[in-house]
């Protein structure tokens, strides 16, 4: 079995109530699942790789999963994000999506399902993509 991720989405946006909640859960989120990816935010935004968080109206709700190393990493992003506030929607375990797939779901703040994901052991082709804007 082969499938592709980091290709399809550029980036997501996410339109919050409370964005200081928002920010809480989604730092101790990223942090539980990805401790290395940096955080870039003002009093308006949060933004981490392709996910850009603001506040205002109409609300965003999807479902969103971020990627994880391992099943503890899993573990660490449900803990994490159930104390930034967040509610369970779906304890860390093994999923019947494709075999080895292990995943957590907590709802954020405003609803939105968030999973982390772990698709069992396998070889990535890269780490991540690189975009470097020409003439710079």
């Known amino acids: 079995m082969e499938y592709h991720t980091g290709r399809l989405i550029d980036h997501v946006h996410l339109v919050v109530k409370d964005l200081d909640a928002s920010k809480r859960?989604?730092?101790?989120?990223?942090?539980?699942?990805?401790?290395?990816?940096?955080?870039?935010?003002?009093?308006?935004?949060?933004?981490?790789?392709?996910?850009?968080?603001s506040q205002g109206e109409p609300l965003s709700h999807i479902h969103l999963s971020f990627q994880a190393r391992d099943q503890a990493a899993v573990q660490a992003f449900y803990d994490a994000a159930l104390a930034a506030g967040g509610r369970d929607?779906?304890?860390?375990?093994?999923?019947?999506?494709?075999?080895?797939y292990y995943g957590a779901f907590v709802y954020d703040p405003d609803g939105n399902n968030i999973e982390a994901t772990f698709h069992g052991p396998s070889t990535r082709s890269a780490e991540a993509v690189v975009i470097k804007p020409a003439g710079r």
Do not use: C, T
């Open 25 to 53: 859960f989604y730092k101790a989120a990223i942090a539980a699942v990805k401790p290395d990816v940096r955080i870039n935010e003002s009093a308006r935004h949060l933004q981490a790789d392709e996910l850009y968080i």
């Open 89 to 100: 929607s779906g304890a860390p375990g093994e999923r019947p999506y494709h075999p080895g």
